[in-house]
Structure formats: structure tokens, C-alpha cells
């Protein structure tokens, strides 16, 4: 066995310590004893292929913690985070700082899903496919024609003139269903082809949850690796894993999927089978079929059990028909397949549709729940796994390796048990580190009196009019967290001229413009919901204070967490404190980390639910967040942002 590598020690010569390469050469850069520690721990899981599960407070700086380690093991590792964006700032900022502090060349590589690379083939049948557009998406086309010609890796995320979440690039990158493979015309140009040599090449590969998982899943399947084989995974925010996992282990089937496979029909039929009429014509009627399918669901937008509407009269009569629309597109498609790999690959996509179309016609699978989701003009019927651990086990098993899990928020106090047990990470390392911020110094936990109920159909005005003082005192500068969106919007119509500070809502611009706006106005108050939760960095006095309307329990309404729930009551458990709520005081730490980000913060965190004092559990939650200050009296707050104001007028 090699020796130990000592990151850590009392000498100083340690790599993350005061006298170490990152505090010679990183900018800003703070030892700290918890980063050190853990930056050990991983050292040791890499060393001895262990499972770490590993909590590390905000603050302690966790990624040069494993970064560290990882870059100095000599194996092949894949680090996967939770969203592109951090895979990004990860790749592009964190790494580059460490690999040169560190005076390593170990080779790197950023791989992303397929769905993130322009498709040279796809743009150009986007070019050619005849469907009506505006002039600003024929500028756009333009547009992507010409930085075409100049990007090196392909990856949309570069090309800054279009928003990544425009429907224009559905047009013009792949996904599994209609990508050709070797078979395509531009398979030598392939942006996806060259990132992931690029990565089964490189020593250590960044990646994201979602192709990490979509990776296991071809496995399963039987086709070939989109990953390099490695020698450790270091898996970041993990927090985010099982929910990952579910979606993933699962299957789908979307109006989405039967549009794209319409239009690109219509599309290779121009290309290679303008003598066959029939193929529009059934193209045509598959997309009649699919939407008259989601009018048969109703107008409302919804998460529902698939039974509670698969025995509807005017479902099933939709849904059959849908059916009969696959089939006689399949059946117009299969003599036009020798046309060209276009028409040969929608002749596949027809055919695995109504497979997955068919699932949907019997009972759910055992330990799976059938769901229907609804969007304004779309819909997903899905079947997911309600217990993900014998899958991911069965993949962890297949590569005897180190597992290193990480995130600030993975205990429930001291016990990790809630998210071991999820994944079946029985017999793990654990460890814990809280955060290194001084929070009894810069922070203060205010709990209001007298608000209702949650239940109370008047609670959320309640919690608006509890707010207003505070956010009066703190002059803007806050975050205000809903658990819904409906009392996010009751919430935004109700401060309407209520507040001279600008106000923000999730939902009106993209989120990253939402924040730049936010951290540029500098007295905002931004309204959101669960995707501001986490993941979400504004340092500095632009943020000083949280709200947060109630204990984030997931909503029972849920088709997913009803099934869970049902059968862990089934197999003898307690719902509510093996599930319910250790999943929500893992939220909550997420909300609360919005607060405090950096040594020199400070501010309140304000959280309403008077459940905290009025129910048993409440006790779990409040020793669950950082060591505050805690007060119930408003003029405590306005007291805490007058000596703040003062402090920051005296700098």
C-alpha cells in the first residue's frame, strides 16, 4: 500500500495551510483547520477506496478541500457537482487556481450532456426543415451558423447572444432519442465525439449529476460508457443525489418527445422522401393526437397520480388515440427508413415511443409510482423508482473505488442516516464540520410571535405583514424564501406600494439576471421559491437579511413522496420523522446558507413558522441552524441593522 499522504499537520508545510502553495499563490485564500481536516479525510477514502460521506458547514471551503487531495492522488477521478453552472465555475475557476498553486500537470476535461453541444447535423436541418419562423429566430439561426464556424468545443453555453433556455437550441442539439451516431454526415465535426475523448483521455473529469446518472442508466441498457473508467468519484452538493437518481432510473414520455419526432419526420421526409406525402400527413396527425391528448388532462398545471386519470373517458379515447398515431407513422416510416439514417433513426424513435406509450396502459411496476405532470401546452407521463438504493448500489458495486459524498447539508444534526439510507451507503465514513464563520457574532435567528397557523388561509399575509418592519430595518438587502409559488405570488401582489425598496420575483427573467440585478441595485428584495433555496452566492452587505414563510415540507400532494410515504407505513415505519421530516430540515440548512457567505457578513435570518415552538419537531429544526443569536422581539432586529448601518457609515 503507498504511504500515506499527509495534507494536514501542526508543522505549517501543509499543502492548505499558512505556509502551503494555495496561500502563496491563491488571492485571498484563508487557512482553515476544518478544510484541512477534511482535505485529510478525503486523502485517506482516496487512498483506501472507503465510502466518505462527508458535511462540510459553509465556509470551510470544500472544494479546494477534495480538489486538493484529488489533484495529488496520481488516479483517475470524476468529480460531479449538482448543476452546469457550478460544473462550470468549478472547472473553469476552481480548478485552474489549485492545479497551478499546486504546480501539477494532471490533465482535466469538462463534459457536459449531449444536450449542451451544438449539433452540426441538427443546425443544419434547422436550416433547411421549411417550418415558418420570426425574424428573430432566422437572425438567431444566423447567428449560431456563424459562431459555428468559430467555437472548439461546441458547448452552448459559450455563445452568449441567445439565453441558454431558448427553445431555438432544442432545434439544434441532440439528445439520445435523435441523435445519429457514427451513422451521422457530421460524426467527424461531433462536438459531443470530442468531448468525451477529450475525457476518457484526462486524469480527472468534471461532470454533473445528471450525466452522471445518465451515464449508469445506457449501462443498464447495455450500450457503451459516456464516462472514462475511474479510479474514485467525488460526488459534490450530494445532497441532490437520490432526487437525481429517481429521474433518472425511471423512464419517460413526453409530448415533447412525440413533437420532436414529428418535425424532424417532416424534416428528413424534405430531405430524402419528398416523394412520399404520407409522411407530413401522419406527422401531422401524431401532433394533433398529442396535444388533444394534453387537452384531455385539463387546463390546470399539476403533479398527479397517473391513476387518478387514466381511466377518464375522454384520457383513454385521447390516449388510444395518440396510439394509433404512433403506429401509423411507425408504419409509414418503416419503408422510407432505407432513404437515409435520418428517416431510419425516427423509424426507432416511432417505435420506442409506443413502447414506452404502452407501459403507461397497465399497472405500475412494483416499487415504482406512475405520475402525470402537466405544463401550460405539454405533459410528461413518468414512471419512477420510489427506492433508488438496490440500482445505485448495484452501480457502485460494479466500480470498487473510492465514493467521496459532500455537501453543506447532509445531517440531520449529528446523523447522517436520512441520506445513507436513501443510497445504502451502509457502513460509510461520516463526518461533520460546521461552519468556520463566527455566526453567534455576525448573525441573528428571529422567530416572529403571533402569527397563525400554516394552515390558515390568511397565513401567508400574516407573514408579509411580520416581514415589512424587518425589511424596513434592513433596508431591502433580502431574500424573502416561499415553499410554494402560489404564496409567492399572494406574497409579491400583497407588497405592491407596500415597500419603497425594488422588488424582484423568481419568474420574471431568467435566474442569473435576477441575481446580477439584485447585486446591482444593492437594496433589492428578491421574492423566490425552491430553486433559490440553493446554490445561490451573494456576499457582502447586498444580502443581510433572509425570510423564510415556513418549514420547507415537501408537499403531500406530491404523487412521488405519497407513494414513499405509503410505503414506509406499509413496511412499519413513521412517515413523518424517517422521511417528512429529516428531508426538510435538510432544506431548511439550505435556505439558511443563503445568509451567511463570507467571514466579514453579517445579518438576520427570519423564519415564521410558529410551528418551531408550538410542535415537538420544532426543537430539531432550531438545533439544526448555526449557532445565532435568537430573539422573538422586533426591536432586537431594528437595533441589530442600526448598529450595522453605523458600522458601515464609520468604514
Known amino acids: 500500500m503507498p504511504p500515506r499522504v499527509e495534507l494536514s499537520g501542526p508543522d505549517g508545510a501543509a499543502l492548505l495551510g499558512p505556509e502551503g502553495p494555495l496561500a502563496r499563490h491563491i488571492s485571498g485564500f484563508a487557512p482553515r483547520a476544518s478544510q484541512q481536516d477534511m482535505a485529510q479525510a478525503v486523502a485517506d477514502a482516496l487512498l483506501n477506496d472507503d465510502v466518505l460521506i462527508s458535511e462540510a458547514g ?7 478541500a477534495y480538489l486538493v487531495p484529488a489533484l495529488m492522488s496520481g488516479k483517475k477521478i470524476i468529480i460531479s457537482t449538482g448543476t452546469k453552472n457550478l460544473q462550470d465555475q468549478l472547472y473553469h475557476r476552481d480548478l485552474p487556481l489549485v492545479r497551478t498553486a499546486l504546480g501539477v500537470s494532471v490533465r482535466t476535461a469538462l463534459l457536459k450532456g449531449r444536450a449542451n453541444y451544438l449539433c452540426l447535423y441538427r443546425l443544419e436541418m434547422a436550416e433547411l426543415d421549411g417550418r415558418p419562423r420570426t425574424r428573430e429566430e432566422r437572425a438567431a439561426l444566423r447567428g449560431i451558423r456563424e459562431w459555428a ?87 459534490d452538493e450530494a445532497h441532490q443525489l437520490p432526487e437525481v437518481a429517481s429521474n433518472f432510473f425511471g423512464s419517460v414520455f413526453s409530448s415533447r418527445q412525440v413533437l420532436e419526432l ?17 409522411l407530413p400527413t401522419a406527422a401531422d396527425a401524431l401532433k394533433k393526437a398529442a396535444l388533444d391528448l394534453r387537452l384531455s388532462f385539463g387546463h390546470d398545471v399539476r403533479r398527479v397520480p397517473w391513476s387518478e386519470m387514466s381511466n377518464m373517458p375522454a384520457v383513454t379515447a385521447a390516449l388510444q388515440q395518440l396510439r394509433n398515431a404512433l403506429t401509423t407513422l411507425h408504419t409509414a416510416l418503416k419503408p422510407a427508413a432505407v432513404r437515409g439514417k435520418g428517416l431510419e433513426s425516427c423509424t426507432h424513435r416511432a417505435e420506442e415511443l409506443m413502447q414506452r406509450l404502452d407501459v403507461f396502459s397497465g399497472e405500475a411496476q ?90 390558515n ?73 425552491s430553486s433559490f433555496w440553493e446554490g445561490v452566492d451573494v456576499r457582502g452587505p447586498t444580502l443581510s437579511c433572509v425570510i423564510i414563510d415556513k418549514l420547507p415540507f415537501a408537499a403531500l400532494g ?78 432586537n432586529i431594528q437595533r441589530f441593522f442600526a448598529a450595522e448601518s453605523r458600522r458601515i457609515a464609520g468604514e
Open 149 to 235: 464556424a468559430r467555437t472548439h468545443s461546441g458547448d452552448i453555453a459559450e455563445y452568449v447572444d441567445l439565453s441558454e433556455d431558448a427553445t431555438l437550441w432544442f432545434d439544434v442539439t441532440s439528445t439520445s432519442d435523435n441523435c445519429l451516431g457514427q451513422e451521422c454526415p457530421s460524426f467527424t465535426e461531433c462536438h459531443v465525439v470530442k468531448a468525451r475523448r477529450t475525457a476518457q483521455e484526462a486524469d480527472l473529469v468534471v461532470v454533473n449529476h445528471h450525466l452522471l446518472f445518465a451515464d449508469m442508466a445506457l449501462k443498464d441498457e447495455g450500450f457503451g460508457e459516456l464516462l472514462p473508467g475511474a479510479n474514485a468519484y467525488i460526488i
Open 58 to 64: 459553509t465556509g470551510t471551503g470544500k472544494t479546494y
Open 457 to 529: 388561509p390568511a397565513y401567508t399575509i400574516a407573514v408579509v405583514e411580520a416581514a415589512l418592519p424587518v425589511l424596513e430595518a434592513s433596508r431591502g438587502r433580502a431574500f424573502m424564501l416561499f415553499t410554494s409559488h402560489r404564496a409567492l405570488q399572494q406574497a409579491w401582489t400583497a407588497m405592491q406600494g407596500r415597500i419603497e425598496y425594488p422588488l424582484l420575483m423568481q419568474g420574471s427573467s431568467p435566474r442569473g439576471e435576477l441575481l446580477e440585478r439584485f447585486r446591482t441595485l444593492g437594496n433589492a428584495i428578491l421574492l423566490g421559491t
Open 558 to 635: 406530491d404523487p412521488i413522496l405519497q407513494a414513499r410515504l405509503d410505503t414506509l407505513r406499509r413496511q412499519g415505519g413513521n412517515p413523518f420523522m424517517d422521511y417528512q421530516m429529516p428531508a426538510a430540515v435538510i432544506m431548511l440548512k439550505q435556505g439558511v446558507g443563503r445568509l451567511i457567505r463570507d467571514v466579514n457578513d453579517c445579518g438576520v435570518m427570519m423564519i415564521c413558522d410558529p410551528r418551531l415552538f408550538s410542535k415537538p419537531y420544532g426543537q430539531i429544526f432550531i438545533n439544526s441552524l448555526p449557532p445565532m443569536r435568537r430573539t422573538r422581539k422586533l426591536e
Open 262 to 278: 414529428a418535425d424532424d419526420t417532416v424534416t428528413e421526409h424534405l430531405r430524402e422522401a419528398g416523394d412520399m406525402p404520407e
Open 366 to 455: 412494483e416499487n415504482h409510482v406512475q405520475w402525470l405532470e402537466t405544463y401550460t401546452r405539454s405533459f410528461t407521463l413518468n414512471r419512477t423508482p420510489l427506492n433508488v438504493a438496490p440500482i445505485f448500489q448495484a452501480h457502485m458495486q460494479a466500480r470498487k473505488c473510492a465514493w467521496v459524498f459532500t455537501s453543506a447539508t447532509l445531517a440531520v444534526g449529528d446523523d447522517f442516516e436520512h441520506f445513507s439510507g436513501q443510497l445504502a451507503l451502509h457502513g460509510a465514513v461520516t463526518k461533520r464540520w460546521g461552519s468556520p464563520f463566527d455566526f453567534s457574532r455576525n448573525a441573528v435567528f428571529y422567530a416572529p410571535t403571533d402569527l397563525p397557523d400554516p394552515k
